[in-house]
């Protein structure tokens, strides 16, 4: 991911002018980050390196979506409708 569409996605989650660190922010860069090691792990099966930063990445995402739905349940039924996660 290039800083090109880093800023891209901050600019779409963001609340403020200032907020680059905000939980939405954050779920929405991880999950950016992880469509592009599931694609990379599609054509590079044996790659546990990256299996390994990829679990890391959606452990994290988790337990990010986990406190946001805890502290901001309407917030968080709009983050994951946004990003599509869940079904």
Do not use: C
């Amino acid at each position: 991911m290039d800083k090109q569409e880093k800023s891209l996605i901050i600019n779409e989650f963001k609340k403020s002018e200032s907020d680059t660190g905000s939980t939405e922010v954050q779920v929405a860069l991880l999950t950016a980050r992880i469509h592009q090691l599931t694609t990379h792990m599609i054509a590079n099966k044996h790659d546990f390196h990256t299996k390994r930063s990829l679990l890391t990445l959606v452990g994290r995402r988790r337990r990010l979506l986990s406190y946001m739905r805890n502290s901001n349940g309407a917030g968080y039924q709009e983050l994951i409708a946004n990003l599509g996660l869940r079904k």
